[in-house]
C-alpha cells in the first residue's frame, strides 16, 4: 500500500488498531528507521464528541508515568485538523489475543501479572489510577514483555475529591470494581487492584470471573463477589485471588502486600523506572543524524492547539522556556536566520551562532540586569511551515519585552506569517497575516 509521510518525519503505513480516540497506524521514523505505531485523531470529532479532557488526561498521563511496563510515548504532533500521537511500536499485540487461545501457563500468567502490578504500582506512585485495565489494554513486545496501554480514561489527584476518592463511573463492565457500580465515591488505587485481579484470573483460567449475557446479571455477580474456580487452578494463586476480589475495597489487599505475596514473588525482578524527569519536548525536537541543511521537527502540538479555537492543551506541556515570542513564517529557515542577522545588525546587535538554525542576539549596551540576551530559534511544523521562537537568555525582562513589541516586530513583519497570540476577539483564536487579513483559527486557508 502507499505510505504516507507525516510532516516530513515519520512513514505510516498499514492500520494496526483502534484506540478509545482514534485509529492507530504502524509508522517508521524516516531517519533512525524506528517502528512507532502513531494513533491518528481529527479535532473536529473530538471536539463534537466532547473527548477533549480524556485526550488531555491521556497525553498528560503518558508524559507521566514512564516504566519499561508501561508503553512509552515518542511525542505529540498536529497540524490544523488532526492530532498525532506517536508511541513506541508493540509488534507482539494485545494480550487479549493470547488469552483468548486459552489459559496460560501458571509461570507465563504470574511473569505478566507481575509485570501488570509492577506498573501498576508506578502509576500509583505518582498518583495516577488507570482506571481503565482490561486484557485488550495490556500490549506485548517483540521479547513477550508486557505494557500497560491506554490512559484515556485515567485520572490524576487532582480530580479527586473527599481525601481522594473518585466518583466518575468507567472502566470495561466485566473489570469494574464493585465500589464503582455502587456509584458512590471510591478510590481509584483500590480499583485497579481488583481489575488485576480480574486479568489474573483469566490468565491462570483462559476466561473472565464474572460474565453473563445480560449486563445487569453480571453486574450483580460483580457486586456479590462471587466467583468459581475451574479445575487445576493454581491454590497459591487461588489465595492471592481470594484477598484480591473483595467486593470491600477496605478489605482488598493493597500492591505493596501482593508483592510480598510468597507466590507472586517467584522469579521477580523490580524493573527501573525511566527518570521521571525526563522531558518528552527534548526527544521530539531531536532527530539523529538529521541533515544541518535543515531544522528539526518542532512537536507542533502545543503551539497549533493554542491557536485552534476550543482545543487549548498548552497548560499540559512543561516548559524550561523562558517567557518569549513564537511566530510561524513561510520563509526558509536560512532566510529567516539572514533576516535574524540583519535585524541584528540594525539595530546593533551581537550575534553569536549556537548551532544550525539557532542563534543568540546580545544587546549593545548594559541593561538594569545586564546585556540583554535573546535566542532565536527556527523549526519546522510542515515542509513549507516553520515556527520562530525568540525567548529571554539574559537581562532584564522590560527590556525583552520592548525588544519584542518595538523593534523585532516591526523588522520582521515581511517573513512573519503569524504571531502567535495575536486578535483574541470574543474567545476566538485569530491572527493576522502579513497580508493584512484576518487568520481565522491561526492558520490561512492554503492548498
Known amino acids: 500500500m502507499d505510505k504516507k509521510v507525516l510532516m516530513g518525519k515519520y512513514e505510516m503505513g498499514r492500520l494496526i488498531g483502534q484506540g478509545n480516540f482514534g485509529r492507530v497506524y504502524y509508522g517508521k521514523h524516516i531517519v533512525t528507521d524506528e517502528s512507532v505505531a502513531i494513533k491518528k485523531m481529527y479535532k473536529d470529532q473530538v471536539k463534537k464528541a466532547g473527548m477533549m479532557e480524556q485526550i488531555k488526561r491521556e497525553i498528560s498521563v503518558m508524559r507521566l508515568v514512564r516504566h519499561p511496563n508501561i508503553v512509552r510515548i515518542v511525542e505529540v504532533m498536529a497540524t490544523k485538523t488532526k492530532i498525532y500521537l506517536v508511541m513506541e511500536y508493540l509488534k507482539g499485540g494485545e494480550l487479549f489475543t493470547l488469552v483468548e487461545k486459552g489459559k496460560l501457563h501458571e509461570s507465563l500468567a504470574r ?5 501488570l502490578i509492577s506498573a501498576v504500582d508506578y502509576c500509583h506512585s505518582r498518583g495516577v489510577c488507570h482506571r481503565d485495565l482490561k486484557l485488550q489494554n495490556l500490549l506485548l513486545d517483540e521479547n513477550g514483555d508486557l505494557k500497560v496501554a491506554d ?13 481522594g476518592l473518585l466518583y466518575t463511573l468507567c472502566g470495561a463492565p466485566a473489570y469494574v470494581a464493585p465500589e464503582i457500580l455502587k456509584r458512590k465515591m471510591y478510590d481509584g488505587a483500590k480499583a485497579d487492584i481488583w481489575s488485576c485481579g480480574v486479568i489474573l484470573y483469566a490468565l491462570l483460567s483462559g476466561h473472565l470471573p464474572f460474565q453473563d449475557k445480560n449486563l445487569m446479571k453480571m453486574y450483580g455477580k460483580i457486586l456479590s463477589g462471587k466467583f468459581d474456580f475451574p479445575p487445576g487452578f493454581p491454590y497459591e494463586a487461588k489465595r ?34 525511566f527518570m521521571v524527569d525526563e522531558k518528552i519536548e527534548n526527544e521530539a525536537t531531536a532527530v539523529p543524524n538529521l541533515s544541518p541543511s535543515s531544522p528539526v521537527f518542532f512537536n507542533a502540538f502545543e503551539f497549533i492547539s493554542s491557536m485552534s479555537l476550543g482545543f487549548d492543551l498548552s497548560n499540559l506541556f512543561e516548559s524550561k522556556r523562558k517567557a518569549g515570542s513564537v511566530f510561524t513564517s513561510k520563509c526558509s529557515a536560512n532566510a529567516i536566520i539572514a533576516k535574524m542577522e540583519a535585524m541584528a ?56 519585552v520592548k525588544f519584542c513589541e518595538e523593534e523585532a516586530r516591526p523588522a520582521l513583519k515581511d517573513i512573519v506569517w503569524a504571531w502567535q497570540g495575536d486578535c483574541l476577539t470574543n474567545n476566538h483564536h485569530t491572527f493576522t497575516g502579513n497580508n493584512g487579513k484576518v487568520i481565522p483559527n491561526g492558520f490561512p486557508n492554503r492548498t
Open 111 to 115: 511473569k505478566y501479572f507481575q509485570q
Open 151 to 163: 490512559f484515556g480514561l485515567s485520572a490524576f489527584p487532582g480530580q479527586a475529591h473527599n481525601e
Open 240 to 273: 492471592l485471588l481470594s484477598r484480591i476480589l473483595v467486593v470491600n475495597p477496605e478489605k482488598r489487599i493493597t500492591v505493596p502486600a501482593i508483592k510480598r505475596v510468597p507466590w507472586f514473588t517467584v522469579g521477580f525482578t523490580q524493573p527501573k523506572a
Open 345 to 400: 545588525k540594525g539595530l546593533k546587535y551581537e550575534v553569536a551562532k549556537i548551532k544550525n538554525f539557532k542563534v543568540k542576539l546580545l544587546g549593545p549596551s548594559e541593561g538594569q540586569k545586564g546585556r540583554l540576551s535573546v535566542t532565536v530559534e527556527v523549526f519546522k511544523v510542515a515542509p513549507e511551515v516553520a515556527v520562530v521562537e525568540l525567548s529571554k537568555s539574559a537581562g532584564d525582562t522590560l527590556e525583552y
